[in-house]
């Protein structure tokens, strides 16, 4: 079952065959996991029209003409002093003309933009980056500029008559011709043509043409522009934004209605997402791509608080496999994985570190291999860990020949459990006891899925065992430690 959200977009472009769906950031730092669901959003309104037939583009808006902060430098650089000391008095300058503070790419925003794609593409996520910075660069935002400077007194009445409420400190932000910031300046006045702009900064004045004056909109204005612009359709936005009085949604809508031509965007309105703190960038690593979109997207509308429960849970419920829980997985499979990697294909491996993050944060536990102990193998009796050894010797010839599928795999292993008659739940109890496995999935699923090396490993331990047994009936107490050894 769809959510109303996407069920409503569906009855809201029923008519419209091409959908344009943005989302928008300010790529000066990666962050925690909160705003992923602002983009997943989108990204599932527009998975759910595409499989109504509609065609649907996606756009991520870079607002890379924002000026970087402190608090984001602090978190940009992982408050590394060295980094820190550097790049300081970096803040006030747009990040898109910063450079890129780790050297691997052009600028300070492409490289979080990139890193910020990464991020997406691991959840299915691939929209189309917009960078702002280019577009103001390539003179796209020309005539929305040019027309709220020379017709700045009648916006900014029409914002007074509809918004009583919002007083914009600025409707543009110049860049200093001189220093490159973009925080510290404004237009002062316009006088026979000329834009007076002067910079707090490096206390500079500058008499500029309307063609030499840059800079960014206001946010709100910069909103509406790119609506106009891009056509935009459909938008996600939190509960803040679609305050009517006075929010930044109504505001963009009746600038870009009013001035830019624009027409009116369908608000995709998510619920809000609180992160604890012991949860911050450790999510993502730690749950498989699908958990983790999920989370953010089931009930797109509803508040929620990202907790260390709602991840254990998270984990207790989300199958990767039919009927094999990811939690399942990481106690039961994960160990065993790991004894052969290079068997593993890249969704197996990428579901192994997943599974050594979420074990190494929310378990406070390394994933460990279970080996059959001492205990275990020397308190039970010679026939029965000689029927478990039959029943391994069977399932590793199954295992190598043709490849079967699971419910032939399944009915060909239940006849071989039927030959212990009597004995058939002693010795199932002393196989789920032999490789860990005390409760959980079923025999036949996880015998099926064991590695064949650890399967044929278990066989030779017993073989030795059993040897042994059959060899030096009396030596039994420490046998099999040094059968281990000698192994
Ligand atoms: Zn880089
Ligand atoms: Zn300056």
């Known amino acids: 079952m769809k959510a109303p959200l996407y069920t409503g977009a569906l009855a809201h472009f029923e008519k419209q065959t091409l959908v344009t769906i943005a989302s928008g950031v300010t790529c000066a730092y990666l962050g925690d996991e909160r705003n992923l669901r602002e983009f997943l959003v989108a990204d599932e309104t527009a998975k759910t029209l595409r499989e109504a037939g509609h065609t649907v583009f996606t756009l991520l808006v870079d607002d890379s003409l924002d000026p970087l902060n402190y608090r984001q430098l602090r978190v940009a650089v992982n408050k590394d002093p060295?980094?820190?000391?550097?790049?300081?008095?970096?803040?006030?300058?747009?990040?898109?003309?910063?450079?890129?503070?780790?050297?691997?790419?052009?600028?300070?925003?492409?490289?979080?933009?990139?890193?910020?794609?990464?991020?997406?593409?691991?959840l299915d996520c691939h929209p189309t980056l917009v960078s702002t910075s280019k577009l103001y660069e390539r003179g796209l935002y020309?005539?929305?500029v040019s027309l709220v400077l020379e017709r700045?007194?009648?916006?900014?009445?029409f914002l007074s008559d509809r918004f009583p409420n919002y007083h914009p400190e600025k409707l543009f932000h110049p860049i200093c011709p001189q220093c490159g910031v973009i925080v510290d300046t404004h237009i002062e006045r316009v006088a026979a043509g000329a834009y007076h702009i002067t910079c707090e900064r490096c206390e500079s004045h500058h008499d500029l043409a309307l063609e030499q004056v840059k800079g960014k909109l206001n946010w709100k204005l910069d909103c509406a522009?790119?609506?106009?612009?891009?056509?935009?359709?459909?938008?996600?936005?939190?509960k803040a934004y679609l305050e009517p009085i006075a929010g930044s949604f109504a505001v963009a809508s009746a600038l870009s209605k009013e001035f830019f031509g624009g027409k009116q965007v369908l608000p995709l309105h998510f619920g809000s997402v609180q992160q604890d703190r012991d949860t911050s960038y450790l999510t993502a690593e730690s749950l498989p791509a699908g958990a983790l979109r999920s989370l953010f997207v089931d009930k797109p509308s509803s508040d929620m608080r990202i907790s260390r429960d709602l991840i254990l849970t998270t984990a207790s419920r989300y199958e990767v496999m039919p009927g094999m829980t990811f939690q399942d997985f990481i106690k039961q499979l994960l160990p065993m994985w790991l004894l052969t990697p290079e068997a593993l294909d890249p969704m197996q491996r990428d579901l192994v570190s997943r599974g050594m993050a979420f074990s190494r944060n929310f378990l406070d536990a390394e994933v460990k291999l279970h080996l059959p102990t001492r205990e275990r193998i020397e308190g039970e009796s010679p026939f029965i860990l000689s029927s478990v050894r039959h029943l391994i010797a069977e399932v590793v010839e199954m295992r190598l020949g043709e490849p079967v599928p699971y419910d032939a795999f399944q009915r060909n292993l239940k006849t071989v459990v039927a030959g212990f008659e009597q004995n058939k739940k002693a010795v199932l109890v002393c196989l789920r006891a032999i490789v860990g496995q005390d409760h959980g999935i079923p025999v036949s699923k996880f015998l099926f899925a064991l590695p064949l090396d650890y399967l044929q490993m278990l066989q030779y331990i017993l073989d030795l065992h059993l040897d042994s047994v059959h060899a030096l009936p009396m030596a039994s107490s420490s046998s099999f430690e040094n059968q281990l050894a000698a192994a």
């Open 82 to 122: 060295r980094l820190m000391e550097r790049c300081e008095h970096w803040c006030g300058t747009p990040i898109a003309h910063l450079p890129d503070p780790f050297e691997c790419h052009a600028s300070f925003a492409e490289h979080y933009e990139h890193v910020l794609l990464d991020r997406l593409h691991r």
């Open 142 to 144: 020309d005539p929305y």
């Open 152 to 157: 700045r007194e009648e916006v900014l009445s």
């Open 225 to 238: 522009a790119r609506w106009a612009h891009f056509r935009i359709d459909a938008e996600p936005f939190s």
